[in-house]
C-alpha cells in the first residue's frame, strides 16, 4: 500500500496548540465533492493525528522515565491542560464531518467499514463538559504514577526500588522472603491513604462522565467508549463463572502441590514466587543488554523476520530497560506513530519475569512494525483484545528458545512456570475486572465498602494462602494494579487475549513455523478488521464462553502434569 503524500510538517510543534489549529481548521473547513475528496480528507487528517499521537507519546514516555523530572511533568501537564481540551472538540468536529459525509457510503466498504463505525461511537458519546473532568482524570493519573514511581526500600543496607526488591521474593530463605515481602507491603502501605483519595475522586469524576454521556454508570459507558461491538458486560461476568469453575481449582490445586513441596503449612504470600523444589531462581540476564543481546539471538532463531524487526529497536531511544529510582512501575510498549517507531519501557532486575516482560513488549512492538506502513493512523492500533494476543502469544512462542539464557533444565522451568501462569493470570484478571464493574455500578461506595468487596473477590478467586496478620496488606492489594487509575476497565482484554495465546501455543506444539506464520498474518492487520476477523486470521477463535475456557484448561493441565 502506497504511503499518502505527508500533510502535517515534520516540523510541526504538536505542544503549541497554534501551530496545530490553522491545519485542523483547514481540514474542517475544506470541500468534500466526493468519496475520493473524503479518502483525501481522512489520509491528511490520520497524518496531522499521528503527528500529535506521537508528541503524547514523548511526553508521556519523559514522565514515566523519571517521575521526579519537574520540567518533563509540566511539560507533559501543559499539554494535558492546554492542548488536548482544545483539541478534542475540533477532532470531534472532524469524526462528525467524515462519518456524516454523504460520501461516506461510497468509501469502499471493505477498507473503511471499521473507521467509520468507531468515529461513529465517538460522535456519539463526545461531551464537551467531559473535556475538564478527563483533563483531571490524567493528572490524577500522573499523581499516581509519581507516588508509585518514588516507592524503594531500604532493605538490607541498600536502598532499592520495588522491582529490584523483587528478586528477594524468589530466594529459597524463607525468613529473607518473608522480611523482603513485609518490607516492599510496609512501604506501599504508607502511600494507601493518598492512593485511596486519588481512586476516590477518579471514580467521582468517571461517573460523572457517565451521567453527562447519558449512560447509567461509567461501566456501561467504557465498554462503548472502548467499541466492544463483540460482547458484553455480562459476558465478562459470564467469562468470570468459567474462570471460577475451570481456573480457580487448578490455581488451588497448584497451590496446595507448593505448600507440599515446599513443606509448609499454610501457604503464605511470601511462598508465591520461589521455586518450589528448592533449586536457585531463574535467573537469566545480569544488565540490560545482556538482555536485549539474548533476545536479539532467540529472535533470529526463530525466524519469521522477528530477529530483523527486534533489531531495528537497537537504536533510535527505543529501549529503556533497567530499573531505577524515581521511575514509573511497570512495562509497556509505545508505538511513536508518525515516526512509526516502537518504544519499549521496564523495569529489569535480572529475574526470569523481566525476560517474560521483555518478549511480551517484543510483541507488542512486532504489532507496530508489522502494522507500521497502513496510512491510517487508527488501523496501526489493533483493538486491546488482540494487541495482547500479540504479547501474550510471543510469551509462549519464545519458550522452545529459551536456550540461549538457560540450559535444558531451567528451560523446562521456564515452560512450566509459564503454564502455570495461565489459572493464575486469569483468576487476577478476573478479581481486577469483577472489582471494577463492582466499583462502578455502586459509585457512591465508601472505602469500607470497596475493601469488603475487595476481599469477597479475593476469597472467590483468589490463591489458597494465609493471611493471617498481613489483612491490610491483603485489602490495599489492588491499589499496585496500575491499570485500575490509567486506563480503567483495560483488563479484561489480557483475559480474552490469554484464551488466544494459549491457543497459539497449542498450534505451534503442532507446527512451530504454520504458528508464527498465522501470528504474522494477524498482526499484520492491524486494526483495519473487525476483531472476531483479526482472530480467525490467526487461525483462533473469539470466545469467551466456559466451554473454550475448560477446553484450553484440559489442555494445560495435560502438559502440566506430564512435564
Not at 162 to 167: F, I, L, T, V
Not at 259 to 274: E, I, Y
Request: glycine content about 6%.
Amino acid at each position: 500500500m502506497a504511503a499518502p503524500r505527508p500533510y502535517a510538517p515534520a516540523n510541526l510543534d504538536a505542544t503549541d496548540f497554534t501551530a496545530l489549529e490553522p491545519h485542523y481548521r483547514e481540514l474542517l473547513a475544506r470541500a468534500v465533492d466526493g468519496a475520493d475528496a473524503l479518502e483525501q480528507l481522512i489520509l491528511d487528517r490520520s497524518d496531522l493525528d499521528a503527528l500529535v499521537a506521537e508528541c503524547t507519546a514523548n511526553l508521556y514516555i519523559a514522565t514515566t522515565r523519571n517521575t521526579q523530572d519537574k520540567a518533563a511533568e509540566g511539560a507533559y501537564l501543559a499539554f494535558v491542560r492546554d492542548v488536548d481540551p482544545r483539541l478534542k472538540p475540533l477532532a470531534s468536529a472532524l469524526d462528525r464531518k467524515i462519518a456524516t459525509s454523504p460520501h461516506a457510503d461510497a468509501l469502499p466498504r471493505a477498507r473503511y467499514e471499521v473507521l467509520l463505525r468507531a468515529l461513529r461511537v465517538d460522535i456519539e458519546l463526545f461531551r464537551e463538559e467531559n473535556i475538564p473532568l478527563e483533563t483531571e482524570l490524567a493528572e490524577l493519573d500522573q499523581r499516581y504514577n509519581q507516588i508509585a514511581g518514588r516507592m524503594s526500600v531500604d532493605f538490607d543496607g541498600q536502598v532499592r526500588t520495588m522491582p529490584q526488591m523483587g528478586r528477594f521474593l524468589e530466594e529459597n530463605d524463607r525468613a529473607l522472603r518473608e522480611r523482603a515481602w513485609r518490607a516492599i507491603n510496609d512501604r506501599r502501605l504508607q502511600d494507601r491513604d493518598e492512593i485511596d483519595a486519588i481512586f476516590d475522586r477518579m471514580v467521582e469524576l468517571r461517573h460523572r462522565i457517565a451521567l453527562n454521556a447519558g449512560f447509567p454508570n461509567f461501566r456501561d459507558f467504557q465498554h462503548r467508549r472502548f467499541k466492544r461491538f463483540d460482547y458484553t458486560p455480562q459476558d465478562c461476568i459470564a467469562m468470570h463463572a468459567a474462570i471460577e469453575r475451570h481456573l480457580v481449582p487448578m490455581q488451588r490445586r497448584l497451590d496446595e502441590q507448593r505448600a507440599a513441596q515446599l513443606g509448609v503449612s499454610p501457604l503464605r504470600p511470601w511462598d508465591l514466587g520461589v521455586d518450589a523444589h528448592g533449586r536457585g531462581p531463574l535467573r537469566p540476564f545480569e544488565t540490560a543488554q545482556q538482555l536485549v543481546d539474548g533476545c536479539s539471538r532467540m529472535f533470529h532463531a526463530m525466524g519469521g523476520g522477528l530477529g530483523e524487526m527486534f533489531d531495528t529497536m537497537r537504536a533510535g531511544d527505543c529501549l529503556d530497560l533497567e530499573s531505577r529510582a524515581g521511575k514509573a512501575p511497570g512495562g509497556y510498549q509505545y508505538q511513536r506513530q508518525y515516526s512509526r517507531t516502537p518504544f519499549i519501557f521496564m523495569n529489569a532486575a535480572g529475574m526470569h519475569r523481566d525476560l517474560v516482560t521483555m518478549v511480551h513488549e517484543a510483541g507488542h512492538a512486532f504489532h507496530s512494525i508489522l502494522s507500521k506502513d497502513d496510512p491510517l493512523v487508527d488501523y496501526r492500533n489493533a483493538p486491546t483484545e488482540f494487541a495482547e494476543v500479540a504479547s501474550m502469544s510471543m510469551e509462549l512462542l519464545t519458550l522452545p528458545y529459551h536456550h540461549e539464557f538457560y540450559g535444558a533444565e531451567e528451560c523446562r522451568r521456564a515452560l512450566r512456570e509459564r503454564l502455570e501462569r495461565f489459572p493464575s493470570v486469569m483468576t487476577w484478571i478476573a478479581t481486577i475486572d469483577a472489582f471494577q464493574h463492582w466499583i462502578y455500578t455502586n459509585p457512591g461506595h465508601g472505602r469500607a465498602e470497596r475493601t469488603e468487596a475487595w476481599r469477597g473477590l479475593m476469597r472467590r478467586f483468589g490463591n489458597d494462602v494465609s493471611w493471617d496478620g498481613c489483612e491490610e496488606a491483603r485489602d490495599a492489594a489492588w491499589q499496585r494494579q496500575l491499570h485500575l487509575f490509567g486506563m480503567p476497565f483495560y483488563y479484561i482484554e489480557y483475559g480474552i487475549a490469554e484464551t488466544g495465546a494459549i491457543q497459539m501455543w497449542i498450534q505451534s506444539r503442532r507446527d512451530q513455523r504454520q504458528a508464527l506464520e498465522n501470528y504474522r498474518r494477524g498482526l499484520a492487520l492491524g486494526g483495519s478488521r473487525p476483531l472476531p476477523e483479526l482472530f480467525a486470521s490467526a487461525g483462533l477463535r473469539l470466545d469467551l464462553s466456559a466451554d473454550l475456557m475448560a477446553e484450553l484448561a484440559r489442555e494445560v493441565d495435560r502438559e502440566l502434569v506430564a512435564g
